[in-house]
């Protein structure tokens, strides 16, 4: 059970991008993230007419690794640390470490 999930409001600790908010978009297998609209790299791509791509100079997001995220809280406003609690009829829910309130129900 990962600490961030897809759909999670982010900020970035470190980077080029350090201090904005986003939404995770996608969790990797190997421990990173993909935050929507972040960490954006332009990369050339060749045209292949057989596939219908054009080619040129895109942009695209580049994974982030979860290490330099934090999860954000809307009471304090502050990026926050996330445990885990289990409740008295065995689910187990995530808790902002601040606080200890529920991120989901």
Do not use: C, W
């Amino acid at each position: 059970m990962n600490k961030i999930r897809k759909g999670d409001k982010v900020l970035i600790n470190t980077g080029k991008d350090k201090g904005k908010d986003g939404i995770v978009s996608q969790v990797l297998a190997n421990g990173k993230v993909l935050v929507e609209g972040l960490n954006m790299v332009k990369k050339h791509v060749s045209p292949n007419p057989n596939l219908g791509i054009q080619g040129g100079i895109v942009s695209q997001e580049r994974p982030l690794d979860i290490s330099n995220i934090a999860i954000f809280n809307n009471k304090t406003s502050k990026a926050d640390k996330v445990s885990f609690k289990i409740l008295k009829d065995g689910k187990k829910i995530r808790v902002y470490k601040s606080n200890e309130e529920a991120i989901d129900v």
